[in-house]
């Protein structure tokens, strides 16, 4: 049964919480190691690892979080299984091939079952994994092979063809996103497998769509709501989170239709933290993106924190990135991290969304 949130009291009951994490990036920035490198051969993942997590962890104390052992982050592992190529460029991300020429193509091809432990790359990164389990004896090794929401799936499988087809046959992309989420949830399990966890677990769900914020607000209820509703009936009966970037202020609205737990718009830049509060009533978060530390001073660091939180959003975070590898960017994470228990404690104790927002221009003189 689909959990149905208690949206007048679920903000309130998540207070105020803040984030601080690495990445695989920041694994590669500060031991000087290639993404190519990183993405495909297990010694230099592995070392990556090694040297990384100890030089991230002088660098940027105990209070953060540093990047669990995993396998690369690719995004693109299910697909992959369907038969897209992935690419593996100099010195950027992994990319990927479109490889359905229609959407009939597609449906059938989707409906043929799939091997995914044989299929595409899945027994090189299994055989990764196993390499990176013996190198960190005792230690969880996550499998970054992974999967992405409905719309962005249909969008890797036909490429810029599904913005006509939206339009032009939606009967038929109605059929081509059911069996795509279908499929989605079959690379879940094998995921699930892979991993020893419950493929239907009952805590939460998580799900990464941001081409989502691509389909026009009035087809959502069409081409939207059911597939994510489909994907996670198939994967939680716990709550429901998703990272979606770049919504419009009216596709916000959406999050609440579909039972929404938490929302992590991440890099978002037709909405801000008050848009999204007024617009629907999901705890969401709000992030200070790497790429923003070299212009800001500490006390911008600061001020964004206070007024992230004095503008309704429940949880504040920041990601280290290779660009942050620094003293001067540790020095600024730090403040974050000082600004943000200052917050905490400040909600904690009963303090006001208005009284915090107060709090900044007392302190800033702003």
């Not at 009291?9 to 695989?24: M, N, P």
């Not at 389909?215 to 939680?236: A, S």
């Not at 991440?266 to 933290?273: E, G, R, Y």
């Amino acid at each position: 049964m689909t959990r149905k949130p208690d949206y007048t009291t679920l903000r309130d009951k998540k207070g105020f919480s803040w984030y601080v994490g690495t990445s695989q990036d920041a694994l590669r920035g500060i031991t000087g190691i290639s993404i190519k490198d990183f993405n495909l051969r297990p010694e230099a993942c592995i070392e990556a690892h090694q040297l990384g997590r100890v030089r991230l962890r002088e660098m940027f104390g105990n209070e953060v979080q540093i990047a669990g052992v995993s396998t690369p982050a690719i995004s693109y592992g299910h697909v992959n299984g369907l038969g897209s190529e992935l690419l593996f460029p100099e010195g950027g991300e992994v990319g990927h091939t479109h490889i359905y020429k229609s959407l009939d193509e597609g449906i059938g091809a989707l409906r043929k079952p799939v091997d995914f432990l044989s299929a595409g790359m899945a027994p090189f990164y299994l055989k990764f994994r196993e390499s990176m389990k013996a190198a960190f004896p005792g230690e969880s090794v996550g499998f970054g092979y992974g999967l992405e929401g409905p719309i962005t799936t249909a969008w890797e499988l036909r490429g810029e063809d599904f913005f006509i087809d939206i339009f032009d046959n939606p009967s038929g992309m109605r059929e081509f996103l059911a069996t795509t989420t279908e499929s989605i949830l079959c690379f879940h399990r094998f995921r699930c497998r892979v991993l020893g966890t419950p493929e239907i677990d009952p805590k939460r769900s998580g799900m990464a769509d941001d081409i989502a914020s691509m389909v026009p607000p009035d087809l959502w209820d069409e081409l939207v709501i059911p597939y994510w509703d489909l994907y996670y009936r198939g994967t939680t009966t716990g709550e429901r989170h998703a990272h979606v970037e770049d919504l419009r202020p009216i596709q916000v609205k959406y999050l609440e239709k579909i039972g929404l737990e938490f929302y992590d718009p991440s890099i978002s830049p037709h909405v801000n933290q008050e848009i999204v509060f007024k617009e629907c009533r999901v705890p969401f978060s709000w992030r200070l993106p790497s790429f923003h530390y070299d212009a800001m001073t500490h006390e911008d660091v600061r001020n964004f924190v206070f007024s992230t939180a004095a503008q309704g959003a429940s949880s504040v975070t920041t990601w280290v990135e290779a660009n942050m590898c620094n003293e001067q960017a540790a020095l600024k994470v730090k403040c974050f991290i000082q600004a943000a228990k200052e917050v905490k404690d400040l909600i904690d104790r009963g303090n006001s969304r208005e009284e915090i927002g107060n709090r900044i221009s007392v302190t800033t003189g702003a």
